[in-house]
């Protein structure tokens, strides 16, 4: 059964860059599917961040497309995403998660807690 | 913002039947499959509805359709267990990216 597991600082500091990696168990990360990650802020709703194919083809949100960069580390069977000069606006829970491409995301980490503060 | 319109609360009793709708356009519902996320407690999502299909593991008393652009998901027979925040979701074509619907909190009376 696939499983996807977030890890990475619970702590960043504003300016800083927040990285996150998702950890795929359970199944190929080379595969037909995509790997995104989605975040929600406190008391919000779900935002997609961004999706990648494991040939490193990428979809990224307008509204953080600057900021946004993703890998796939398909010997480590991971994948990861760097947010730049994150401010208090970023801090969130993040998911990732499995999907096709142009269709729901199927599968879903536990997410993990990143707050950015000084 | 949310390119997706859900209604903000929707409340029954255990038993009851009841439909959360999803509003999109033509470039996101209007042409992909839309899914249905639970996420009690914010946790993590769970898929309860992929098209109008369920997945593996998934009662069968959700149930998901799409008439245009608008997707509905029906809850027959509410359980107390069924008390959750749901957000539809799909791809949308001109974001080039997924889009959420702005989440429907369900309460069992």
């Known amino acids: 059964q696939l499983q996807l597991r977030e890890s990475g600082p619970g702590l960043v500091k504003p300016s800083e860059t927040l990285s996150l990696t998702c950890t795929v168990s359970g199944g190929s990360i080379i595969s037909s599917h995509y790997w995104g990650w989605v975040r929600q802020s406190p008391g919000a709703g779900l935002e997609w961040i961004g999706s990648m194919y494991y040939s490193g083809s990428t979809y990224y949100n307008p509204s953080l497309k600057s900021r946004v960069t993703m890998s796939v580390h398909t010997s480590k069977s991971q994948f990861s995403l760097n947010l730049t000069s994150v401010t208090a606006a970023d801090t969130a829970l993040y998911f990732c998660a499995r999907h096709k491409l142009g269709s729901p995301l199927e599968n879903w980490g536990q997410g993990t807690l990143v707050t950015v503060s000084s | 913002q949310s390119a997706l319109t859900q209604e903000a609360s929707v409340s029954g009793t255990v038993g009851q039947n009841i439909t959360l709708s999803c509003t999109g356009n033509?470039?996101?519902?209007?042409?992909?499959?839309v899914g249905w996320y639970q996420q009690i407690s914010h946790g993590a999502p769970k898929i309860v509805v992929f098209?109008?299909s369920l997945p593996s593991g998934i009662p069968d008393h959700f149930s998901g359709s799409k008439s245009g652009t608008t997707a509905s998901l029906t809850i027959s027979g509410l359980q107390p267990e069924d008390e959750a925040d749901y957000y539809c979701s799909t791809w949308d074509y001109s974001l080039s990216g997924h889009v959420f619907g702005t989440g429907t909190k369900v309460t069992v009376l």
């Open positions: 098209g109008n």
């Open positions: 033509s470039d996101n519902i209007g042409s992909y499959i």
